[in-house]
């Protein structure tokens, strides 16, 4: 009996107190960002359920012909129509998009705060990659980082609502919007602006600057 107990908080006991913890100080640092307790928990736990969530905005017709033979045509092959949906992830682009608008008209420096989002957006462009079948793919530190340190260069009076625009903006508009054309060319299906391989460095950035606020 006392096997099973320590196997079982092994797998799922210890595990669930980090996340307890992990959400406790990722909450009490958004309160440092100007919001309230519930509020805090409310925008960390949406932002995780909201990355299963994809939005379309746009729907497009794919047709793909299959390639001539080089032997008598004896078969006639139709074409093969598919679709491709341009859709829009709630937890990695319309909440940070909503907070980072919130965060630019209470307390965060205008120009500073665009600064530092045009300068990570032009490094999340140059570093992100489009990879079939997942979408734009861009290195889960690199939002977080660029952000951080941006904001501690041009926004010092003020770092944190710069660092949390400015990771998760400029890595949208950087990584997605920029290469949004490239992302329609890959595959069929559905292409999630601030999904897939961009959502774990909007989250991240978001946190980062949580945590730079605290500190």
Same mark, same amino acid.
């Not at 497009?60 to 008598?72: A, G, L, N």
């Not at 977080?144 to 903006?169: D, E, H, Q, W």
């Given at each position: 009996?006392?096997?099973?107990?320590?196997?079982?908080?092994?797998?799922?006991?210890?595990?669930?107190?980090?996340?307890?913890?992990?959400?406790?100080?990722?909450?009490?640092?958004?309160?440092?960002?100007?919001?309230?307790?519930?509020?805090?928990?409310?925008?960390?736990?949406?932002?995780?359920?909201?990355?299963?969530?994809?939005?379309?905005?746009?729907?497009?017709?794919?047709?793909? $012909? =299959?390639? %001539?033979? @080089?032997?008598? #045509?004896?078969?006639?092959?139709? &074409?093969?129509? /598919?679709?491709?949906?341009? *859709?829009?992830?709630?937890?990695?682009?319309?909440?940070?998009?909503?907070?980072?608008?919130?965060?630019?008209?209470?307390?965060?420096?205008?120009?500073?705060?665009?600064?530092?989002?045009?300068?990570?957006?032009?490094?999340?462009?140059?570093?992100? $990659? =489009?990879? %079939?079948? @997942?979408?734009? #793919?861009?290195?889960?530190?690199? &939002?977080?980082? /660029?952000?951080?340190?941006? *904001?501690?260069?041009?926004?010092?009076?003020?770092?944190?609502?710069?660092?949390?625009?400015?990771?998760?903006?400029?890595?949208?508009?950087?990584?997605?919007?920029?290469?949004?054309?490239?992302?329609?060319?890959?595959?069929?299906?559905?292409?999630?602006?601030?999904?897939?391989?961009?959502?774990?460095?909007?989250?991240?950035?978001?946190?980062?600057?949580?945590?730079?606020?605290?500190?």
């Amino acid at each position: 009996m006392i096997t099973l107990f320590i196997i079982f908080m092994l797998i799922f006991g210890i595990p669930a107190l980090f996340f307890l913890f992990y959400l406790n100080v990722a909450t009490l640092s958004f309160e440092t960002l100007g919001l309230s307790p519930e509020g805090a928990f409310f925008l960390f736990t949406f932002s995780l359920i909201g990355s299963l969530i994809n939005i379309p905005i746009k729907r497009e017709k794919i047709v793909t $012909r =299959p390639k %001539p033979s @080089k032997f008598p #045509v004896f078969f006639y092959y139709p &074409p093969v129509v /598919s679709e491709q949906i341009i *859709a829009i992830n709630l937890g990695g682009a319309l909440i940070p998009l909503c907070f980072s608008i919130y965060l630019l008209v209470t307390r965060a420096p205008i120009f500073q705060s665009l600064l530092c989002t045009a300068i990570v957006a032009v490094i999340c462009y140059f570093i992100a $990659r =489009p990879i %079939p079948g @997942k979408g734009i #793919v861009v290195p889960a530190m690199v &939002p977080p980082l /660029s952000a951080a340190l941006v *904001a501690m260069i041009f926004a010092r009076s003020n770092p944190a609502p710069a660092a949390y625009i400015a990771g998760t903006i400029g890595t949208l508009i950087g990584a997605d919007l920029l290469h949004l054309e490239e992302m329609k060319r890959t595959a069929p299906g559905i292409l999630s602006i601030g999904g897939a391989g961009v959502y774990d460095g909007v989250f991240l950035a978001g946190l980062v600057a949580a945590f730079l606020a605290a500190v």
